[in-house]
Every structure is written in C-alpha cells, then in structure tokens.
C-alpha cells in the first residue's frame, strides 16, 4: 500500500480495496460496487470456490473434462462470475493461453531479454497511465511497470505488424493483476491470435481496421433495437465512434468500474467479443429515456460518464445477457463485412 507523509513526518498507510485501487470518493472510481462482505456472503463465496475447485481440478487438470461433459453448467458459472482466488487460472484455462505457453517454451524469455522493439520508447511513454490508482503499477520503474512494459515489449516483437497500441496497455495490465508475466503475454497472444474466439488483432493494426467495423455493426444494432435513440443521435450528430472505441480496445478495462470490468471479462474469454455489444447495447438501453431527451453537450457527457446503477453489474450483465445479438452479427459478416443499413422502424422506408 502506498505511504503519505504526515506533518511529523510519520508515513501513513493510504487505504486500498480489495483489487488494489487506492480508495477514493464515489465517482469514476474502480472499487465501486464493491459491497461489505458479511460472514454470510462470505460463507457463500466459499461454497462457490469449492464448487469451482471441483470443477477444475488441481491445476485445471479436470477443466477440459468438465466443459465437454456440462457445457451449460459452466457457462452459467462463469456468467456468474469467476471467483477472484481461481480467475487467473480460469482464465488462462477458459482462453486456450495455458496451451500456448506449454507449447512454446522459453519463448517469452528470449522475446524479453534477447530482441528490441521499435515501441520501446512509446510503451516506456505510456506505462505510468496505466491504471494509475493501482498499487502495482504506481512507483515508477516498480514491480509493476517493468512487467507491463516486459509483456507489451515481448509482443510487440512477437508480431511486429501490430506492434504496439496505448489500448493494449490496459488489456496487458489487467492480466499482469492474475496472473505472472509470461502468463499474461501468452493471454494476449491468445486473444489477438485466435486461439479460441475470432482474432482481436485488427483492434490495435494501422487504422484500427476491427474497430471501424465494430462501431458499424454496434451502431446498426442501436438504430434496429433502440430506433427511437437511433434517430436522436442521428439528430445530434452522435456516433459511436465519439463514445464507444475504448469499449472494444479495452473491453470496458479503461473507466469502467473494475469489479464490473471483471465479471465483463470472465464473459468476453468464455464466449467471445458478442458481450461487448450486449453490455454497450444493455447500458444504452438502461439510460434510453434520459438518454433521448438530451442536447449534443449533455449526451455526450453521459455517453462518457453513465450513472453507477446502470453500470452495477447485478443490473448490467442480466439486461446484456436478454439482448440478442449473434445472429444478426453474423448477418452483417455475411453481407460482406459491412452492416446494410436498415431504416429505423420510426421511419417510413417509402419516404427515404
């Protein structure tokens, strides 16, 4: 934990959540939703743990075993949440990187100590702006820094046509909080390579190639689902590339309640990009009514800055999970990689 300096010079201990966030007011903090854990929940939570434990076995020697046998179990689970003890080891179980990494051994050791990258010194430029409230990655040239530079240095030389994007560094230090350095390159190398859901690469390439197609699809979605929206921020000129790129780079890591975050993230590495435009979809749908009653000015805002109930994720991920929207994505991917636009259903197609 990080230590103040009092008038009389003795440190005091600055106080910290159970992530790590110094804890701060109730605003963009990470530790929101954090609820007081009473010896009922947490005889809960232990239950859940065992449940887990049992279902992985040591080491996650039973996972694969299980997910063939109850599929639909663990989906529910993990929808449930991952308990925090057993997320990194779920995670790397859940995103095909514990393969990775025992396929290719000493890898991320030479990518680290032996090659240089041309990134160098924008990754060094940008390490002190990732989660800055954590105490990992607060003292600078820290524990913690060094591992987030290490692993974004690593990739960027493991595949130099991607090379290095500030986003990464988000999605780099959330791994680093679960698990060690080599664990965590070979996460990111399963989530932008493909080794289980569609690649993620084309989110940090020149242009950012997948986010452009992202913000098409999710604004098509909220034109057909949520018309009345559609045509209010087509009346204010909004799209969703003014509120909604960081949702896909990061996957809701950047600004987003970390608790939240988490239980996004135990969904995105199980089932794939989808739930990111569930949730942007569920918190739009959340905040509609306000939402369409807003000038330019005060829609962004709360564009960037929505309100803590809807981003609770008791309230959030039910409200995602209702949102159906795999179908018509893959409708969108077979009309040539590009979403046909569909007039509004407020509109009369005759008249356009």
Request: proline share 6%; charged share 25%; hydrophobic share 40%.
């Amino acid at each position: 934990m990080e230590k103040k300096k009092t008038g009389d010079n003795v440190p005091v201990i600055a106080p910290v959540d159970r992530f790590g966030f110094l804890k701060q007011e109730q605003g963009n903090s990470p530790q929101r939703f954090i609820k007081t854990r009473s010896s009922t929940n947490y005889e809960k939570e232990e239950r859940r743990v065992t449940k887990w434990r049992k279902m992985i076995g040591a080491g996650g020697s039973d996972w694969k075993h299980y997910v063939k046998r109850k599929p639909h179990v663990v989906k529910r689970r993990i929808r449930k949440g991952i308990p925090d003890c057993l997320r990194g080891l779920v995670w790397q179980l859940i995103s095909g990187s514990r393969d990775l990494l025992l396929m290719n051994p000493g890898v991320y050791e030479q990518l680290v100590v032996y090659e240089t990258s041309a990134s160098e010194l924008d990754i060094i430029r940008d390490i002190s702006r990732t989660f800055p409230s954590h105490v990992f990655f607060q003292k600078r040239h820290g524990p913690g820094q060094r591992s987030l530079y290490n692993v974004l240095k690593a990739y960027s030389v493991y595949d130099r046509d991607v090379g290095y994007v500030q986003g990464m560094g988000f999605v780099a230090g959330l791994l680093l909080l679960y698990m060690s350095e080599e664990d965590a390159f070979w996460l990111l190398v399963a989530l932008l390579k493909g080794a289980v859901h569609s690649p993620m690469e084309g989110l940090y390439q020149a242009g950012l190639p997948l986010v452009q197609k992202y913000l098409l699809q999710f604004d098509q979605l909220v034109r057909e689902l949520m018309p009345k929206l559609g045509e209010h921020f087509t009346q204010e000129m909004i799209n969703p590339s003014m509120y909604a790129s960081q949702w896909f780079i990061t996957v809701f890591s950047y600004s987003f309640p970390f608790h939240s975050a988490l239980r996004i993230w135990d969904v995105f590495l199980a089932e794939g990009i989808n739930i990111v435009f569930k949730v942007g979809l569920a918190l739009l749908k959340h905040c509609h009514d306000d939402l369409v009653k807003l000038p330019f000015e005060e829609l962004m805002h709360a564009l960037r800055n929505f309100p803590e109930d809807a981003m609770d994720p008791d309230t959030l991920l039910p409200l995602a999970y209702s949102i159906k929207v795999a179908k018509r994505l893959e409708e969108m991917k077979q009309d040539g990689e590009k979403p046909v636009a569909k007039p509004a259903q407020t509109v009369n197609p005759v008249q356009q």
